[in-house]
């Protein structure tokens, strides 16, 4: 069945950097789009990017600059690799696939930027 995995979570300080992994199974992953979400406390998902299985990434507008989406097909596995964290950067963070129409989730990572 369709696993994602993510891991890499954790405590950073502001500032600091993270870099999460999506490890994902039970499908052809190089045939899919990954897409990285955050939640955070009490807030709406919120869309961090995408990575098709060429490498061409999307970033929506907001999120363009400290963070940077890569894959290795090989590994099956994507990148959410994040710099220059700042408190309001405290979520979960997921990864997700669509597959036939139905949407896929990861259990998701904690992320808390605290000094």
């Known amino acids: 069945q369709v696993q994602l995995v993510e891991s890499g979570g954790g405590l950073v300080q502001p500032g600091g950097s993270l870099n999460l992994s999506c490890v994902a199974s039970?499908?052809?992953?190089?045939?899919?789009?990954i897409h990285w979400y955050r939640q955070a406390p009490g807030k709406e998902r919120e869309v961090l990017g995408n990575i098709a299985s060429g490498g061409h990434v999307y970033y929506p507008r907001s999120m363009k600059g400290r963070f940077t989406i890569s894959r290795d097909n090989a590994k099956s596995t994507a990148y959410l690799q994040m710099n220059s964290l700042q408190p309001e950067d405290t979520a979960v963070y997921y990864c997700?696939?669509?597959?036939?129409?139905?949407?896929?989730w990861g259990q998701g990572t904690q992320v808390t930027v605290s000094s």
């Open positions: 039970g499908f052809n992953f190089n045939g899919y789009i």
């Open positions: 997700k696939i669509t597959r036939l129409g139905v949407d896929y």
